[in-house]
């Protein structure tokens, strides 16, 4: 049983990363979307698009997007490095889970962030009503994948740590 609980840890543990990556997937999708109803759109008055057909408000959104994921992805490699740390029980337990704690704070930060900054209010700064109007109506709901990643790899470090207290209980 103790090899299954450690099974489903490691799982809940890379979900972190895998799961921030997807987040920057679906909405590069979805801004994607948004950028070529800005481009067919009434208001649209032939500007400049870069090399990769995206408008500047699409690029800047991108970059929020990506730089969040990033910040979330890094956060979720190093939460699993933790967990995996926190299995071998002994010394340096404790740090790690501190570390764990405060290493919450940016996650959430980043996550609340993107619940400021929300596409169609980046439109808006842009006065680009077809680019708020072409947003497809779930992406606001993406940033929930960030909310369950974060949750995922929480239960992942207290199945870590529990399995850690109980190696290094068998040890003594």
């Known amino acids: 049983m103790a ?3 450690w099974l489903i840890a490691v799982v809940l543990l890379a979900l972190g990363p895998v ?3 997807a987040y920057a997937v679906v909405n590069l999708v979805a801004i994607r979307t948004a950028v070529k109803a800005q481009i067919t759109g009434p208001e649209w008055g032939g500007g400049r698009l870069a090399a990769d057909g995206m408008t500047a408000l699409g690029r800047d959104y991108w970059s929020l997007v ?6 979330v992805g890094v956060l979720g490699v190093m939460y699993a490095v933790m967990g995996a740390l926190l299995r071998r029980g002994g ?4 740090p790690l889970l501190v570390v764990s704690g ?3 704070v940016p996650y959430a930060l980043a996550v ?5 900054v929300p596409a169609k ?3 808006g700064l842009y006065d680009s009503p077809d680019f708020a109007d072409g947003i497809p109506a779930w992406q606001p709901a993406t940033v929930l994948v960030l909310v369950a990643a974060g ?9 870590a740590a529990v399995e850690g207290r109980r190696a290094a209980a068998a040890r003594s």
């Open 3 to 5: 090899g299954k609980r």
């Open 19 to 21: 799961l921030a990556a």
């Open 66 to 71: 990506l730089i969040v994921a990033v910040v």
């Open 91 to 94: 010394r340096g337990r404790t």
């Open 102 to 104: 405060v290493l919450i």
């Open 112 to 116: 609340l962030f993107m619940l400021t």
């Open 121 to 123: 209010a980046a439109a």
């Open 151 to 159: 949750l995922a790899q929480a239960v992942g470090m207290v199945l």
